[in-house]
Structures are given as structure tokens and as C-alpha cells.
């Protein structure tokens, strides 16, 4: 059975937040990636950094939480923590450049078996603009992509060769999709994990790139 929106969204985000480890400093991109910290898992401290500004930031605002002025970089209200601070995006931009953010959660809308990313645009649509993606996949220790494994037609996402413009080329470590959990390893692609209630056969059906199997 499909998952709705909101089910793949937390699947999604509750798997990417699993990974994360005490002391990480994270990045989470625009969309789907926001939700994760909302599923830090207990006992697990790590640093949220938003490239609009902010270190230690929380999680999503909620109801009696919202304050305009404090949002991510999707313009999403969110919660800072205790010693949290803000400042301007030439540090923001310092600290990831720099090399110092540990993990960088994106979207994408292909990943091709040579862990190409593309998630920027789609020709011929209007898009706000390319955001930071360029940087974090270039600066950032770890680059996880999470996205839905197929588009609305039942197409693959997951390419042989990406067809739309790159954001980065050879610079996803994990994907992780509603199928499974990937990840790309002296240049091969390999299944890691399938995601519950997914066989074997189901998601070698719904994947065009080439794979290793090692579950």
C-alpha cells in the first residue's frame, strides 16, 4: 500500500535521525529533511545548523512556539536551544565551506548509481533559486539524500545516470528511500537495508541503477 505524504515523511526522517550520532553537527536541506529533528532519538545530542543563520536550532515550532523572526532556511518556524545563536551568512557559509558540519541531510529528485546528486531543478520550471546544496555536498563530511524512490508516474528515481542537471557529482554517501537504505562505497552502490514490509524482488523492480546486495 502507498504511504501518504505525512507516513513517508516521518518513515523517512525517523530513519535519516536514527543514524545521527552525539556531537554530529548536522545540516537539514529544505523540505522533507526539516522533519528529522523532530526524531532525534533520546539520549542522542547533536548540533543543528541551518545555513540561514543559526546553531542549535530545535525542532519545528509549534502552536504557541512560533516566532517569525526564527526560522530555517526553507522559512519554516522553528525552536532554538538553550546557547543557541544566530549570526550572518558569510559564517554560515565559513562553517560549511570549511569543512566543519559532519552531516548534511538533502532532497533529491535523482541519485544515480555513482551517487550523482540532482535536486536543484527540473528545466524549464521555475525554482526560487539553487540555495546552499552546492556547497554542503562539496563541504560537508557526509552527504545523506532522502527522497521517494519513485516519482508520480512509477518512474525510478534511482538512476543509472541522472537526466536532470547535477548538484554534486560523486558526493552521496547514503540514500535513503521508502524502498531501502543505500550507500555508495569505492565507487559501487550497495543495498544496506530494505525498509519494513519491502522484499528483495519488490525493490530491484522499482530501481534502474545497478546494485550490490548486502543485507
Request: glycine share 12%.
Amino acid at each position: 500500500m502507498a504511504l501518504s505524504k505525512e507516513e513517508l515523511v516521518e518513515l523517512l526522517a525517523k530513519r535519516v535521525a536514527k543514524d545521527f550520532k552525539d556531537g554530529d553537527l548536522v545540516n537539514l536541506g529544505i523540505g522533507m529533511p526539516t522533519a528529522a529533528s523532530n526524531y532525534i532519538p533520546q539520549g542522542v545530542s547533536i548540533i543543528l545548523q541551518s545555513e540561514n543563520g543559526m546553531l542549535m536550532m530545535g525542532k519545528m515550532a509549534g502552536e504557541g512556539e512560533k516566532n517569525p523572526r526564527i526560522t530555517n532556511a526553507g522559512g519554516q518556524c522553528v525552536t532554538i536551544l538553550k546557547g543557541g545563536m544566530f549570526f550572518d551568512s558569510s559564517f554560515s557559509f565559513g562553517l560549511i565551506r570549511g569543512g566543519h558540519v559532519d552531516v548534511t541531510v538533502l532532497g533529491g529528485l535523482e541519485v544515480d548509481e555513482q551517487g550523482n546528486l540532482a535536486n536543484w531543478i527540473i528545466p524549464g520550471k521555475l525554482v526560487p533559486g539553487m540555495g546552499g546544496a552546492m556547497d554542503l555536498v562539496n563541504g560537508t563530511k557526509k552527504v545523506v539524500v532522502i527522497m521517494e524512490h519513485t516519482d508520480k508516474n512509477g518512474n525510478s528515481k534511482v538512476k543509472k545516470q541522472c537526466s536532470l542537471p547535477l548538484t554534486g557529482a560523486k558526493c552521496v554517501d547514503r540514500l535513503i528511500t521508502e524502498l531501502g537504505v543505500f550507500d555508495f562505497e569505492n565507487g559501487k552502490m550497495k543495498l544496506v537495508e530494505l525498509q519494513p514490509n519491502v522484499s528483495l524482488d519488490e525493490i530491484k523492480a522499482k530501481t534502474d541503477a545497478n546494485f550490490e546486495v548486502c543485507i
